[in-house]
DNA sequence: ACGTCTTCTGAATCTCGGG
DNA sequence: GCCCGAGATTCAGAAGACG
């Protein structure tokens, strides 16, 4: 929406006798960032009033102490306030509270989306089904560029998830821009998994001492996402958990409406100004969609998944002068050494280091098959 | 376990009277599809005795027998809000049931994963964090080759999501073999998201008929990671839905014990039938990547003790700023820190901490040859 | 200007054995 | 259970430093 129409909304709203109360209380919100509790704030809000919600609640992390990368330094944790507390039962309470102010704001045909991680996704779902919303999709952010798991004790977190629902089971119009999506994904449909980078670089908003302003800062191409998915032109979003206004910019660009409601005052300024600079541009949706191609990364233990290797079986190098058997972890040894089919490699060629795709072959009807070659082929399939 | 072995310990089981109840009772089971209803099977099992447990649990709220409400009568398929929560609470109770009864007869370090999608994984989720359970993961399993959504009325649905959890807080000595995950992943740590093809091909078990034996067979590759991540050899891993016995052909395979409940004796006669083809890979194939966590502890002593260092010789760091003096009794001195080579190394760099393994080096030739090199060699001897 | 090396950082429930 | 001390642990990408 421009500036003109904000403002011409906003004068009739405040000035014609002809415009309801309903229609006062959205226009007092429309295109603006409100600072205050967001429950109170969306039972301010007419019933039925908003296409889409996107929240991003916080996610009660439960951080024990303090974690320290390899080289020493410190993680940043977030240990806001906003983040803690007392018990899985007042989170639940917290998420069941804000849910229902929200269903009841949204339009029949509304959708609500809520990302999240484990720590919560699974109380902010079971909520939303208990509350009579109707799952549409649970999506993945996939991070290209995550925060590595420090210690070696868990998988690398490598996502988040978002939940996509209707506001109940009868509201099958929701909007979905299908068409759009798949012509914007290389002609094939919008799958359930994202692949985006985490927002760093001149996205992030830093303050004049160069901190980040806000700790879990989204990315705009992630909201990008999900606005051209599930709104159209014009329509009304919602941002509950508003923060530094990632949903306020992307719709605005999109030629979006959007309404944010924000706690702290510090994030809520940071937002404004932020919205501001933003100049709505037309062809913003396709540059927005467009997401990397890159050639997907084939790991060894892939070419023992797809079977083309065995464990127990040998490789040898391309003159016979070393071998080594596959180990069913996907992992290799030879003699006195083990490892992956790299640091074997290196090991008994007494080198710092080699690439044991182009070292490593099977044999096959006597012949040599470099391990390459197959995964070369699993990239072919994989598209 | 080699059927050699299981038929000895069923002999054992059921005729030494030196073999505890609780061993007989595991006896019976270990490596056996038994049919019967999951929940009242797991009470068979003595506490504390189960390493792993892959759990792929039925979610279609309106099929499922044991989704009927308390008094046997079933549950209508109308669509309104009361309806819908009363199955979800249905299905809630029936969770609760088989996660309790899972979590009595975990060791306190096991671990379990449960695989769901969006229908079911939040109130599994929510179930589990509420029954103690302590999540390490949830992980995104990316289907190479998912079923497109038809309509076009939703993003295609190309994951399910599987969540990783502890027995409980405390239990922080479950396995997770980091260092093999990683090697076989090219050397880059494993993410949350693991990409694998759907279970097609001469995997997916048919009938005469050629129809798929189970509608949702998971692929082998996705239970090998599971158990490549979460087991060692020898370990027992119950899957209390077992259904075609994915779980314990992928176990035999890699040379874990099974335990699979399932209530369909057409599903339990396709696993049987299944897993007796299996043929486990070579012992050799079977040994996994140990880190530097699992190799034995060698104090600092034992260098100066096997002569490879002596006493009154000089220490110093990689970059030549630093130098310590070693002390008969295995301490450093420098300047006026001493203590432990890892202390003396944090000190002398200003840091929290200090790995003085990798950090000091000794002076051979005019060469610096670090004090790990040394660890190494003592290391190999002892084997 | 250009390429290379170094430094920094991101929603994180992040060690383990012995006394 | 607690406390103490040994010693193990990171990937991608942006930005700045340096030659």
């Given at each position: 929406?421009?500036?003109?129409?904000?403002?011409?909304?906003?004068?009739?709203?405040?000035?014609s006798?002809?415009?309801?109360?309903?229609?006062?209380?959205?226009?007092?919100?429309?295109?603006?960032?409100?600072?205050?509790?967001?429950?109170?704030?969306?039972?301010?809000?007419?019933a039925?009033?908003v296409?889409?919600?996107?929240?991003?609640?916080?996610?009660?992390?439960?951080?024990?102490?303090?974690?320290?990368?390899?080289?020493?330094?410190?993680?940043?944790?977030?240990?806001?306030?906003?983040?803690?507390?007392?018990?899985?039962?007042?989170?639940?309470?917290?998420?069941?509270?804000?849910?229902l102010?929200?269903?009841?704001?949204?339009?029949?045909n509304?959708?609500?989306?809520?990302?999240?991680s484990?720590?919560?996704?699974?109380?902010?779902?079971?909520?939303?089904?208990?509350?009579g919303?109707?799952?549409?999709?649970?999506?993945?952010?996939?991070?290209?560029?995550?925060?590595?798991?420090?210690?070696?004790?868990?998988?690398?977190?490598?996502?988040?998830?978002?939940?996509?629902?209707?506001?109940?089971?009868?509201?099958?119009?929701?909007?979905?821009?299908?068409?759009?999506?798949?012509?914007a994904?290389?002609?094939?449909?919008?799958?359930?998994?994202?692949?985006?980078?985490?927002?760093?670089?001149?996205?992030?908003?830093?303050?004049?001492?160069?901190?980040?302003?806000?700790?879990?800062?989204?990315?705009?191409?992630?909201?990008?996402?999900?606005?051209?998915a599930?709104?159209?032109?014009?329509?009304?979003?919602?941002?509950?958990?508003?923060?530094?206004?990632?949903?306020?910019?992307?719709?605005?660009?999109?030629?979006?409406?959007?309404?944010?409601?924000?706690?702290?005052h510090?994030y809520?300024?940071?937002?404004?100004?932020?919205?501001e600079?933003?100049?709505?541009?037309?062809?913003?949706?396709?540059?927005m969609?467009?997401?990397?191609?890159?050639?997907?990364?084939?790991?060894?233990?892939?070419?023992?998944?797809?079977?083309?290797i065995?464990?127990?079986?040998?490789?040898?190098?391309?003159?016979?002068?070393?071998?080594?058997?596959?180990?069913?972890?996907g992992?290799?040894?030879?003699?006195?050494?083990e490892?992956?089919?790299?640091?074997?490699g290196?090991?008994?060629?007494?080198?710092?280091?080699?690439n044991g795709?182009?070292?490593?072959?099977?044999?096959r009807?006597?012949?040599?098959?470099?391990?390459?070659?197959?995964?070369?082929?699993i990239?072919k399939?994989?598209?």
């Open positions: 929406m421009s500036v003109l129409r904000m403002e011409a909304q906003r004068h009739r709203a405040s000035h006798p002809h415009i309801s109360l309903d229609d006062q209380a959205l226009a007092t919100y429309r295109n603006q960032v409100t600072v205050g509790d967001s429950i109170a704030l969306m039972e301010k809000l007419p039925g009033s296409d889409v919600i996107f929240a991003d609640p916080p996610y009660n992390l439960q951080l024990q102490g303090a974690l320290q990368r390899p080289d020493q330094s410190d993680v940043d944790a977030v240990d806001d306030a906003w983040d803690q507390f007392d018990s899985f039962a007042a989170y639940d309470a917290f998420t069941s509270a804000w849910l102010a929200a269903r009841r704001i949204l339009k029949p509304g959708t609500l989306w809520v990302i999240g484990y720590h919560n996704i699974f109380r902010v779902g079971a909520s939303l089904q208990d509350l919303y109707w799952v549409l999709n649970d999506v993945v952010w996939r991070k290209t560029n995550p925060m590595p798991n420090f210690k070696g004790r868990r998988f690398a977190n490598a996502h988040e998830t978002l939940i996509w629902a209707a506001r109940s089971e009868a509201g099958k119009k929701y909007t979905f821009n299908y068409d759009a999506l798949k012509a994904n290389d002609d094939v449909q919008m799958r359930s998994d994202w692949t985006l980078p985490i927002c760093t670089g001149g996205e992030r908003l830093k303050d004049d001492d160069g901190n980040k302003v806000h700790p879990t800062q989204k990315p705009e191409a992630l909201l990008a996402r999900v606005l051209l599930s709104t159209k032109p014009g329509d009304l979003v919602l941002d509950p958990f508003f923060g530094t206004g990632t949903t306020g910019a992307v719709a605005k660009k999109l030629g979006r409406d959007f309404i944010g409601f924000e706690r702290e510090a809520a300024d940071a937002a404004r100004a932020r919205i600079a933003v100049e709505p541009v037309p062809d913003a949706a396709q540059s969609l467009q997401g990397k191609r890159a050639q997907p990364r084939v790991p060894f233990n892939a070419l023992l998944e797809a079977g083309y065995m464990p127990g079986e040998e490789l040898v190098d391309g003159r016979g002068r070393h071998s080594a058997l596959v180990r069913a972890d992992t290799l040894a030879s003699g006195d050494h490892g992956s089919i790299h640091k074997v290196a090991l008994v060629e007494d080198q710092q280091a080699c795709w182009t070292f490593w072959h099977t044999k009807d006597g012949n040599l098959v470099l391990i390459d070659d197959y995964r070369a082929e990239r399939k994989a598209v």
